[in-house]
T-cell receptor, first 115, second 115 residues
Framework: NAGVTQTPKFRILKIGQSMTLQCAQDMNHNYMYWYRQDPGMGLKLIYYSVGAGITDKGEVPNGYNVSRSTTEDFPLRLELAAPSQTSVYFC??????????????FGPGTRLTVT | AQKITQTQPGMFVQEKEAVTLDCTYDTSDPSYGLFWYKQPSSGEMIFLIYQGSYDQQNATEGRYSLNFQKARKSANLVISASQLGDSAMYFCAMRANQAGTALIFGKGTTLSVSS
C-alpha cells in the first residue's frame, strides 16, 4: 500500500494565483482531513470529510475549498493565494470511529510558498 | 473548548537515557483519545502511541509509553533508552469524540538526543 500520497511536494505561487493540492489514499478510509502547519506550530484543521460527497469546515477554512467525489481522493483548492497561506499542508486519513484507535495516517506534506 | 498544551519547547537527552515529554489537555468530553506523533526533520508525521480515556492501563509501544493521569489531565510520553534517531519534533494530539473526529494538536516539543 502506498498509504496517503500528496502532490506536489513543493510549490511556489504568486499572490492571486490558484492551485489544487492533490491527496489520495489507498486504505479505503472513509475519513480524510486537510491540515496546515505553520513554522514552529502544531497542525490546524482546514477541512475534513467523513465520506464521498460529505465535507465540513475545520478551524481555519477561509481561502480554501475541498471536494470529495470518491473515497480515495480529497483535493484542496486554494483560490486567490495570499502570503498568509504560506505553510506546509498535510493530508490525512483514518478509519471510522470504533475501528481500532482511529489514528490518522498522514501524507508526506506539501510545502507551499506564496510570494 | 478542547486544548492541548506542551510546555517544553525543547528537550535534551543523552543516548540510552529515558526522557519524558509533557502534555496536558483540556476537554469536557468524557470520551476522548490521546495521540503522540513524531515529526523528524524530513517532515512526515509518524503515529507513535494512543491512549483512550477509558483505558485502565497506560499504553506502551516498544520504547514508548504513555503516562496517563486522568485526574490531572496529563498524557506524558516516556521514551526509554533514547537513540540518536529519536531526535525530532513530538506532537501530542487529542480527539474529543463529541467534537468530531479531527485531531487537535499541541505546539510540539523538539527532542535532541546526543551521543
Amino acid at each position: 500500500n502506498a498509504g496517503v500520497t500528496q502532490t506536489p511536494k513543493f510549490r511556489i505561487l504568486k499572490i492571486g494565483q490558484s492551485m489544487t493540492l492533490q491527496c489520495a489514499q489507498d486504505m479505503n478510509h472513509n475519513y480524510m482531513y486537510w491540515y496546515r502547519q505553520d513554522p514552529g506550530m502544531g497542525l490546524k484543521l482546514i477541512y475534513y470529510s467523513v465520506g464521498a460527497g460529505i465535507t465540513d469546515k475545520g478551524e481555519v477554512p477561509n481561502g480554501y475549498n475541498v471536494s470529495r467525489s470518491t473515497t480515495e481522493d480529497f483535493p484542496l483548492r486554494l483560490e486567490l493565494a495570499a502570503p498568509s497561506q504560506t505553510s506546509v499542508y498535510f493530508c490525512a486519513s483514518s478509519s471510522m470511529p470504533g475501528q481500532g484507535h482511529h489514528e490518522q495516517y498522514f501524507g508526506p506534506g506539501t510545502r507551499l510558498t506564496v510570494t | 473548548a478542547q486544548k492541548i498544551t506542551q510546555t517544553q519547547p525543547g528537550m535534551f537527552v543523552q543516548e540510552k537515557e529515558a526522557v519524558t515529554l509533557d502534555c496536558t489537555y483540556d476537554t469536557s468530553d468524557p470520551s476522548y483519545g490521546l495521540f503522540w506523533y513524531k515529526q523528524p526533520s524530513s517532515g512526515e508525521m509518524i503515529f507513535l502511541i494512543y491512549q483512550g480515556s477509558y483505558d485502565q492501563q497506560n499504553a506502551t509501544e516498544g520504547r514508548y509509553s504513555l503516562n496517563f493521569q486522568k485526574a490531572r489531565k496529563s498524557a506524558n510520553l516516556v521514551i526509554s533508552a533514547s537513540q540518536l534517531g529519536d531526535s525530532a519534533m513530538y506532537f501530542c494530539a487529542m480527539r474529543a469524540n463529541q467534537a468530531g473526529t479531527a485531531l487537535i494538536f499541541g505546539k510540539g516539543t523538539t527532542l535532541s538526543v546526543s551521543s
